[in-house]
Nanobody, 126 residues
C-alpha cells in the first residue's frame, strides 16, 4: 500500500519559515518525480515545486522562486520543501504527490501524479 504523509505545517508569521516533509512508504522515491501542490480556500490546486527522479532537477512556480527550496533524501525516502520569507498568500493546504519517472511537461499537470498525500495546513498570519 502506497502512502505519502506530509508533515511540518502550522501557523507562522509573515516573513517566517517552515519546512514541510513528505515521507513515502510502499514506493521508492528514487523512481518518482515528487511534486508539491497547494490549495487555498476557493481556489484551484496549483503546483508549487517539483524535483525530478532522473537527475534531481528542480522546478518552481514563479510565485515561490527564490523563497522555497525542494530537496530529497533518498535514504530516508523523504522529500522536503523549505519555505522561507512566507507571505499571507502562501496560506493553503500543501500536498505532496508522486509521478513515476521524469516530470511531465509542464511538471504541474495534476492528473499526471499517481499518488497523493492527505495534505498539511500552512497558515501565514500575524
Amino acid at each position: 500500500q502506497v502512502q505519502l504523509v506530509e508533515s511540518g505545517g502550522g501557523l507562522v508569521q509573515p516573513g517566517g519559515s517552515l519546512r514541510l516533509s513528505c515521507a513515502a512508504s510502499g514506493i521508492t522515491l528514487d523512481y518518482y518525480t515528487i511534486g508539491w501542490f497547494r490549495q487555498a480556500p476557493g481556489k484551484e490546486r496549483e503546483g508549487v515545486s517539483c524535483i525530478s527522479s532522473s537527475d534531481g532537477s528542480t522546478y518552481y512556480a514563479d510565485s515561490v522562486k527564490g523563497r522555497f527550496t525542494i530537496s530529497r533524501d533518498n535514504a530516508k525516502n523523504t522529500v522536503y520543501l523549505q519555505m522561507n520569507s512566507l507571505k499571507p498568500e502562501d496560506t493553503a493546504v500543501y500536498y505532496c504527490a508522486a509521478d513515476l519517472g521524469s516530470p511531465s511537461s509542464p511538471w504541474s499537470i495534476i492528473y499526471e501524479y499517481e499518488y497523493w498525500g492527505q495534505g498539511t495546513q500552512v497558515t501565514v498570519s500575524s
